[in-house]
């Protein structure tokens, strides 16, 4: 048998790559696109609860065709109390294989890989769902994912208003003096929900909840807004569907099961199903489905998360890494 190796990217490699928020947008966007054409293979994600501690593991998997061509699987602990131990609330590991050989061909850390391609979602959602010309965002929640969401925003849209909120008053603030540094604007840290949500052209909803409890109000949402939805625990009322123009996933197959997910009982009740379901958001990249087609449309993203995601910028980041000479070779067999 001929020897196998894989690259390995720990988590100082991934920082020294020091990966643009283009690199970044255009690996996420380019992994859409690849999915709306058919081009990729999806499970849905399944879950992991070991019943020892607040939080669970997500394993996602998929594949991604030529010049891509790799298959994945990410395993993400989702752990609430994390930051009582100094943690992130989502450790990750991405493995990348052969698709015609199953030889692993990489692992890397993916907690920095699962912040920014779900930031990068967020925004590839809003630039064919959002009004262009949108200038407040409102952001629920301060997780590692929620600066990403907010940072590639904001390089799309260059927001005269940005408003933060989450439930602990030390952690909302940093969130928001991080941000300001980091953009270089202002960034207001509000103390409770409507003030952050009430009136902004973007909506964001990364709470961090123990039960499903509908803390963002429908009657909040301005007409024409665009609002994403994704916290594991829903905070959203079972009426914010009734008033979009247009509803959107990232992949309804995993969407329309599981127990987790912010639209979860929209599903069951039927307010969220194939016939009120306007498209995945990989078929309106693609071009088979129409983004956002007037201003006074109010629409709704609900992203899982994807494996392909992953998968597509952790192959970018190896791309880079092999390019500048960062990571480690190590022999498997």
């Known amino acids: ?9 720990n988590r100082l490699d991934i920082e020294e790559l020091k990966i643009t928020d283009e690199e970044i947008l255009s690996a996420i966007e380019a992994s859409l696109a690849s999915q709306g054409k058919g081009e990729t293979v999806i499970e849905p994600r399944v879950h992991l609860e070991p019943g020892v501690a607040n939080g669970h593991f997500n394993v996602l998997r998929g594949a991604i065709k030529a010049p891509i061509d790799s298959a994945g699987v990410k395993v993400v602990g989702d752990f609430v109390d994390n930051y009582k131990l100094g943690f992130p609330s989502e450790i990750a590991i991405l493995a990348l294989f052969d698709p015609r050989t199953g030889a692993p061909k990489a692992i890397l850390d993916a907690s920095s890989i699962t912040d920014m391609r779900t930031g990068a979602v967020t925004a590839v959602g809003a630039k064919y769902l959002a009004r262009k010309n949108s200038k407040i965002l409102g952001h629920i929640g301060a997780r590692g994912t929620a600066y990403w969401n907010v940072r590639l925003l904001n390089h799309l849209f260059d927001f005269d208003e940005i408003r933060v909120h989450s439930r602990r008053a030390e952690s909302r603030n940093s969130f928001a003096e991080r941000l300001s540094q980091d953009l270089g604007k202002k960034v207001i840290a509000t103390e ?9 052209d973007i909506v964001v909803e990364a709470s961090r909840l123990d039960q499903p409890t509908p803390m963002l109000k429908t009657e909040w949402i301005k007409k024409g807004a665009f609002v994403v939805p994704y916290g594991t625990m829903s905070a959203i009322e079972l009426s914010l569907t009734d008033i979009m123009s247009k509803l959107v996933v990232d992949d309804w197959g995993q969407c329309k099961g599981g127990k987790f997910g912010s639209l979860r009982a929209h599903v069951e009740a039927g307010k ?10 990989g078929q309106i990249v693609a071009g088979l489905k129409p983004g956002r087609e007037s201003d006074a449309e109010t629409n709704l993203l609900w992203h899982r998360g994807l494996s392909l995601s992953d998968i597509a910028l952790g192959h970018a980041m190896l791309v880079k890494a092999e390019r500048i000479g960062i990571g480690q070779r190590l022999r498997f067999a």
């Open 1 to 9: 048998m001929p020897p196998i190796y894989i690259a390995y990217l």
């Open 192 to 200: 409770d929900w409507k003030s952050c949500v009430e009136g902004a």
């Open 272 to 281: 969220l199903s194939e016939a009120t379901l306007h498209a995945e958001l």
